[in-house]
Every structure is written in structure tokens, then in C-alpha cells.
């Protein structure tokens, strides 16, 4: 049975820091692709980052500068740390493995990040 399941999200002030992280089991976990996503009230889910098996990344422009996607091979994970929050950075995150161009896919629960003073 495939899980992945997100922690560390939560309420931060604008400005300041939060780090996600996606525990993986049931799969291969070193040949998935992993990606972050978030879906913000009334709007469709978006990506925001991704990192191959090989360790290549790539970043929505929006968090660019901002936020990092790093995967631990040993331990089956993936962390998304997320500097310099802005509030239109509110959202539920999603955490995403995924293998044949997105032919297997799995989703986490999602956890939430609400970024306000």
C-alpha cells in the first residue's frame, strides 16, 4: 500500500519560514520523481516544485528564490523548505510521487500552510 504523508505546515507570519516534509512508503521511493503542489480556496492545484530521481529541480516562478525541494534516497523523503512567505503562499500542500511521465501517481492528504500576521 503506497502512502505518503506531509508534515510541517502550519501558521507563519509574512516573512518567515516553514519546511514541509513528505514520508514515502510502498514505493521505490529512489526511482519516483517527487513534486510539491498546493491549492489554494477557489483555485485549481498548482505546482510548486519538483525534483527527479536523479536530483534535477524545477520551480513554479512564484517560489523561485524562495523555496527548496531536497529528497533523502535512505531515508524516503522529500522536504520543501519555504522562505520568505508571502501571504498569497496560503494554500494546502500536496506532496506528489510520481513515475512514467505521471502514468503512476500518488497524492498525499495535504497539509495546510497559512501564511498571515
Known amino acids: 500500500q503506497v502512502q505518503l504523508v506531509e508534515s510541517g505546515g502550519g501558521l507563519v507570519q509574512p516573512g518567515g519560514s516553514l519546511r514541509l516534509s513528505c514520508a514515502a512508503s510502498g514505493i521505490r521511493f529512489n526511482l519516483y520523481a517527487m513534486g510539491w503542489y498546493r491549492q489554494a480556496p477557489g483555485k485549481q492545484r498548482e505546482l510548486v516544485a519538483t525534483?527527479?530521481?536523479?536530483?534535477?529541480?524545477n520551480y513554479a516562478d512564484s517560489v523561485k528564490g524562495r523555496f527548496t525541494v531536497s529528497r533523502d534516497n535512505a531515508k524516503n523523503t522529500v522536504d520543501l523548505q519555504m522562505d520568505s512567505l508571502k501571504p498569497e503562499d496560503t494554500a494546502v500542500y500536496y506532496c506528489n510521487a510520481n513515475r512514467f511521465g505521471g502514468q503512476w501517481a500518488y497524492w498525499g492528504q495535504g497539509t495546510q500552510v497559512t501564511v498571515s500576521s
Open positions: 525534483i527527479t530521481s536523479g536530483g534535477t529541480t
